[in-house]
Structures are given as structure tokens and as C-alpha cells.
């Protein structure tokens, strides 16, 4: 029986759990479509205001159709979202009328059954039969009964009439949230329908600056032609710079490997000379031993055996040290303490580095991907192209060592900080603030956004590299 009575509780309360359980997720999913609203918005302003700087050029340009498409995926999302939301709405509202059903149907009950006592009360309202009814018992204990009857009977009515007024109460409550509900699904829909109206004027909009974009087909495909050009340049340039932070540290390595190995050298062979010597006094001691017992065996007349001498102590070889395998390109970078301190401390923030702007947002993503007119044509990028601020200040993402410090034709200034065996790299810098061998700290100015002309903004590409291999920005950066 003990048993039995714990499980029962357990089914008992497990509805209720289950509904406090749905009513959380349900809660928690409301919070997430009202983040995810938020958030679409800002994204929407974001590229409404890059639109309306990029308006300012005389002619359309890639940041025009880039806002406009940022804008229609962002509203769509939003639309996605606000249906979401109705479907919620539709949800709270079939729950009500559920329960004002339910809520009516108790009330008549209990309207019908309050209705009998009335009428039971009306005739029996004299007070003579009540007195009858409790004086017309056999036993004074029957008479007690029909007294508390009596009493029980008039509570029962009370109740009744209590019930009767809180259902009606709780109705009146479920009836005022089935109408703010069915508001709130109107407003949503309305909200939904202009959101789907301004769509379609995006739409509509993209369309005209991409037929005239593509109208300017040579143009583009000359300026496609010059940007992989400087980009390759760049990429040579970082490649060389990397190589001989490579070079150089594989050498550093190789000068300490030999002034290890010398100075071991040249330990064994102080060792040796000390062995020899302590090897050659022993013996000079053992002879200057030996005349002085024979001239004692002289004196005495006795004659003294001649010791033999002594073999000469052979000195042990010393075993050669084993060779160590030659290390890898990466590991060649890491080869000091500090670079390998550098390089763990920049992978443990992975995903975690801040933006080298402050404010900006990705117009072009790392990898090989179509161009946003001309979508036969592949277009590669080695890192991240950021919009920003014209002149917008730009900063270092990691503690670091300026390695190289250059103008490229196209490209502007590239600053390249090593950061143990990883480096990143900063293109399309109109100024700088730095030079080669300076030490910068996370979040230092090193320069300033170059100006995109045509697009009226500011523009700087973040690379990252691992020894020689390319990485994907996005990856490193935290997400905003």
C-alpha cells in the first residue's frame, strides 16, 4: 500500500506537470520570436542606412543591390517570424474558446441546479414547516441531525451562489482575452500584409538596379579582372612575409641547434681534459710512491719487488645524441616559448576576437562564391571584406607583432601582425598608425578604413592565416 500511494500521487500531479511544462517551452518560444523580431529589425535599419548612403554615388553600384538583397532576406525572415507568431496567437485563441465553452457549460449547470433549490426553498419558506421538520422528530439526536441538515442545506445554497458568481467572473475574463487575442492576430496580420507590400517594392527595386548593373557588364568584368589582380598581389606579398618569418625562424633554430650542440662539444671536451690529467697525477703519485719505498728497501738492504705499471686509464666514449626529427613548418613558428604561448592563447579565443571595426557589416565572405550581378562568373576572396565608417578607425583583433607594413596599388595599406604561428592580415588601409617591429595589444588603432567611392562607405578586409594556409575570418571573429 505504501507503494501504491506514491504512484498515485505521481499520476495525479503529472498532468499538471505537463502543462506547467508546455506552458514554459510555449513561453520560452514566445521570448525566442520576439529576439529573433528584434533582431531581424536591426538588420533591416542596418540596411536601410547602407542603402541610403550608397544612394549618394551618381550611379548604382554592388553595395546598392548587396542592401537591397540584405533587406529582402531580412524581411522575409521577418515575415517568417510574424507568421509564427499568428500561428501562436491562433493557438492561444482556440485554448480560450475552449475554456469559455467549458466555462459556459459549468455555469448553466450550475445555474439549472441553483434554480432547484430556489424553487425547492420557495416551497418549503414558511417558517412553521422548517420548525415542523425539526420538531417532528422521534429522538432529540434525530432533531440535532435535521437541525445540521438544515444548516448544511443553507450553506450549500451559499456556495452554490458563489460558484455561480466566480465562474461568471472567470467567464466574463476569458470572454475580454478571446477578443484582446483576436486584436492582436488582426494587428499581426495587418502587420504581416504591409511587411509582404514593402517586399514586393524591394523586390521590385533590386530588379532595376540589377538590369542596369548588368548593362554595365564590361565594366564590371574589368573591375573583377583588377581586384583578382591586386588580390593576388597582396596574397604574394603576405606569402613572402610569412615565408621569411619561416625562414627566419627555421634558422634561429638551426644557430641554436649548433650553439647547443658546440657548447656540448665543448663540455666533453673540458670533461675529457680534466679525466686525463686526474688520470696523469694519479700516476706521477703512484711512481713518487714507488722510489720512495725502494730507497727505504736500500737502507735496509731488502730487496724490493718492482710493481708493474699500471695500464693507463681508457676513457669512456660518450654516446652521441640522438637526432631529432626536423620540425614542421608550423611548429618552426612556435619554436620560441612566447610564440607558442601566443599561438594557444589566439586558438583558445577562437570564435571570440572582436571585429577590427566597430561598426560595420560583412559585404563579402571568405571562399569562392558568384558574383551578386554576374553569377556565371566565380569570384574568390582570402578573407573578409567589411563596410564601415569612411575612415572609420581599425584595429588590431589579438596581441601581436607588426611583421610587414606596405602599399599595394588597389589595395591601399596592408598590415600584417604575427601572432605566433598565426597572422592577420589588414587590407585596403588608408592610413596607418604603426610600423614593422611594433608590439600592439588587442583592440589597438593601427589605421583607417579606405573609402569606397562608388558605394560611399568604408571598406577594410580582414585576413587570417595559419602558417601558410588560409583561414575563414568568420569563424575567429564573435558573431554580432
Known amino acids: 500500500m505504501k507503494k501504491i500511494i506514491p504512484f498515485i500521487l505521481m499520476l495525479w500531479l503529472m498532468p499538471a506537470m505537463l502543462v506547467a511544462q508546455n506552458n514554459g517551452q510555449q513561453q520560452q518560444s514566445r521570448e525566442e520570436l520576439e529576439r529573433r523580431k528584434r533582431e531581424l529589425q536591426k538588420e533591416i535599419d542596418d540596411a536601410n542606412e547602407q542603402l541610403k548612403e550608397t544612394k549618394k554615388s551618381t550611379k548604382e553600384s554592388l553595395g546598392q543591390l548587396r542592401a537591397l538583397r540584405d533587406k529582402i532576406s531580412a524581411r522575409s525572415r521577418l515575415i517568417n517570424n510574424i507568421n509564427e507568431e499568428i500561428n501562436f496567437i491562433n493557438g492561444d485563441i482556440n485554448s480560450a474558446y475552449r475554456d469559455v465553452k467549458t466555462l459556459q457549460k459549468d455555469l448553466d449547470t450550475l445555474k439549472a441546479q441553483y434554480a432547484l433549490l430556489v424553487v425547492y426553498a420557495y416551497k418549503n419558506r414558511s417558517s412553521y414547516d422548517m420548525l415542523n421538520f425539526v420538531f417532528s422528530a422521534q429522538s432529540f439526536n434525530d432533531a440535532v441531525k435535521r437541525f445540521q441538515y438544515l444548516k448544511q442545506y443553507r450553506e450549500y445554497r451559499r456556495r452554490q451562489a458563489d460558484n455561480i458568481v466566480s465562474t461568471q467572473e472567470q467567464l466574463n475574463k476569458k470572454i475580454q482575452s478571446l477578443e484582446s487575442q483576436r486584436v492582436k492576430r488582426s494587428d499581426a496580420l495587418k502587420t504581416e500584409q504591409d511587411e509582404r507590400n514593402t517586399l514586393e517594392v524591394d523586390k521590385k527595386e533590386k530588379d532595376e538596379v540589377l538590369s542596369k548593373l548588368k548593362g554595365r557588364e564590361k565594366e564590371l568584368v574589368a573591375d573583377i579582372n583588377q581586384r583578382n589582380k591586386d588580390a593576388q598581389k597582396v596574397q604574394a606579398a603576405i606569402r613572402a612575409v610569412i615565408r621569411k618569418e619561416i625562414e627566419d625562424a627555421r634558422r634561429k633554430a638551426i644557430e641554436e641547434e649548433t650553439a647547443r650542440r658546440k657548447a656540448a662539444e665543448e663540455k666533453r671536451r673540458k670533461e675529457e681534459e680534466a679525466r686525463r690529467a686526474a688520470a696523469l697525477a694519479a700516476a706521477e703519485k703512484a711512481k713518487a710512491a714507488a722510489a720512495a719505498a725502494a730507497n727505504n728497501n736500500t737502507a735496509n738492504n731488502t730487496p724490493t719487488p718492482v710493481p708493474e705499471k699500471p695500464a693507463p686509464a681508457k676513457t669512456p666514449e660518450p654516446a652521441p645524441e640522438p637526432e631529432k626529427p626536423a620540425a614542421r613548418t608550423e611548429?618552426?613558428?612556435?619554436?620560441?616559448?612566447?610564440?607558442?604561448?601566443?599561438?594557444?592563447?589566439?586558438?583558445?579565443?577562437?570564435?571570440?576576437?572582436?571585429?577590427?571595426?566597430?561598426?560595420?557589416?560583412?559585404?563579402?565572405?571568405?571562399?569562392?562564391?558568384?558574383?551578386?550581378?554576374?553569377?556565371?562568373?566565380?569570384?574568390?576572396?582570402?578573407?573578409?571584406?567589411?563596410?564601415?565608417?569612411?575612415?572609420?578607425?581599425?584595429?588590431s583583433i589579438f596581441d601581436g607583432e607588426v611583421k610587414s607594413v606596405v602599399v599595394m596599388p588597389g589595395s591601399g595599406y596592408v598590415i600584417i601582425i604575427r601572432h605566433g604561428q598565426y597572422f592577420t592580415t589588414y587590407v585596403r588601409l588608408q592610413t596607418t598608425r604603426v610600423k614593422k617591429g611594433d608590439f600592439v595589444k588587442t583592440g589597438q588603432v593601427i589605421g583607417t578604413a579606405s573609402t569606397n567611392d562608388i558605394e560611399n562607405t568604408g571598406e577594410v578586409e580582414l585576413q587570417i592565416w595559419k602558417g601558410v594556409t588560409k583561414q575563414n575570418p568568420e569563424q575567429w571573429i564573435r558573431r554580432r
Open 331 to 395: 611548429n618552426v613558428l612556435e619554436a620560441t616559448p612566447e610564440a607558442l604561448a601566443l599561438s594557444e592563447s589566439f586558438e583558445a579565443n577562437r570564435g571570440k576576437l572582436p571585429w577590427p571595426v566597430d561598426a560595420g557589416n560583412i559585404i563579402e565572405h571568405f571562399g569562392i562564391h558568384q558574383h551578386a550581378v554576374m553569377e556565371h562568373i566565380q569570384v574568390p576572396s582570402d578573407g573578409i571584406v567589411i563596410a564601415t565608417n569612411k575612415g572609420g578607425a581599425v584595429k
